[in-house]
């Protein structure tokens, strides 16, 4: 069973930063793409920047130059440092991942929908 485990969200003002961090349980050895999502009320769930087993990286327009998506193999940890944060940050954020190797499906229209293990998500909040 996998299961992903989120922290690091939290409540900064504006120009601010945070790192979230998601615990998977399991590794993924023969291929995996990772992510992080977004999703604040009323509006649809929306990819904020993926990486994959070959190492590429992909970034939502509206995030780009202020986060970074990293992943320590050895620990099973994919981290999300935001920087520069903006109002329009604010949002529940979940981590996915999945055993196919493609970084540009997390950023995808409905990229969510590839996606069958999500953690529980954690509240970043972001102040003006």
């Known amino acids: 069973q996998v299961e992903l485990v989120e922290s690091g969200g939290g409540s900064v003002q504006a120009g601010g930063s945070l790192r979230l961090s998601c615990t998977i349980s399991?590794?993924?050895?023969?291929?995996?793409?990772m992510g992080w999502f977004r999703q604040s009320p009323g509006k649809e769930r929306e990819g904020v920047a993926g990486?994959?087993?070959?190492?590429?990286?992909s970034y939502a327009d509206s995030v780009k130059g202020r986060f970074s998506i990293s992943v320590d193999n050895a620990k099973n940890t994919l981290y999300l440092q935001m920087n520069s944060l903006k109002p329009e940050d604010t949002a529940m954020y979940y981590c996915?991942?999945?055993?196919?190797?493609?970084?540009?499906?997390?950023?995808?229209?409905?990229?969510?929908?590839?996606?069958?293990?999500w953690g529980q998500g954690t509240q970043v909040t972001v102040s003006s």
């Open positions: 996915a991942v999945e055993g196919f190797s493609s970084a540009s499906m997390v950023v995808a229209v409905n990229g969510a929908n590839g996606f069958g293990y």
């Open positions: 399991v590794q993924f050895t023969a291929g995996y793409c």
């Open positions: 990486i994959d087993s070959s190492g590429e990286t």
